[in-house]
């Protein structure tokens, strides 16, 4: 089958991931750190890209003045280990022969996980406390007659209410389901890799084989 129609065809049967294999994916740092990677560029990369990019992150440098051997060491563990466990998992598509890897629709279960939004959203529920108390003072004042409530029925104050909070949490769920990645953004603060790459070739098992 082609890796194309993989893409759309692989979670048909089961679209839901369970928790062990969102935690077993987001278990390993340089998985967090490919995965935010590939969200900022649009959900597709190439592996050299990748691992220059993670690389680059976890050294603390730009990918320009990366060294050949801490690229060749996340360039090994990403092609033999992290890529394929995310493929078999259905959250990318890894294409060895033409080394790519894109995201499926899989992958947008970890959003959550990752917190990847660009920028820091509202405090929602600081604003719906304070708009839950300035409508228990307007129901407050219709209801002793201040003035100038009375002048109109308590069920118009009752659909002001109503449309208010109803707006707020179209505007609410509409900027959590098209939150994206600033394509400059660094790894959100759950990503970031320990002070000590090196760290993350143990936990490889060691790997430092050929590209």
């Not at 394929?84 to 629709?105: F, N, S």
């Not at 970890?110 to 660009?118: A, K």
Request: glycine share 6%; aromatic share 10%; hydrophobic share 40%.
């Amino acid at each position: 089958m082609l890796e194309t129609e993989r893409l759309f065809t692989q979670v048909a049967d089961d679209d839901s991931l369970t928790k062990d294999d969102i935690f077993s994916m987001l278990s390993n740092r340089r998985r967090r750190l490919v995965l935010h990677h590939l969200h900022r560029q649009s959900g597709t990369a190439s592996v050299r890209e990748l691992s220059q990019q993670v690389a680059a992150w976890e050294n603390g440098v730009s990918t320009d003045e990366l060294k050949y051997k801490q690229r060749k060491r996340v360039y090994t563990s990403l092609h033999q280990t992290h890529l394929p466990k995310l493929d078999d998992i259905g959250v990318v598509v890894y294409d060895r022969d033409r080394g790519t890897v894109e995201l499926t629709e899989r992958a947008g279960q970890l959003e959550p996980y990752l917190n990847i939004q660009s920028e820091p959203t509202e405090s929602w529920s600081v604003y719906y406390l304070a708009l839950a108390g300035l409508s228990a003072l307007i129901v407050f004042f219709a209801w002793v007659g201040f003035f100038p409530f009375p002048m109109l029925p308590d069920i118009v104050y009752a659909g002001v209410v109503t449309v208010v909070f109803a707006a707020s949490a179209a505007v609410h769920t509409y900027q959590v389901r098209s939150a994206t990645v600033d394509p400059d953004s660094a790894p959100p603060d759950s990503a970031r890799p320990s002070r000590n790459p090196l760290d993350e070739t143990v936990a490889d098992g060691g790997e430092d084989g050929g590209d």
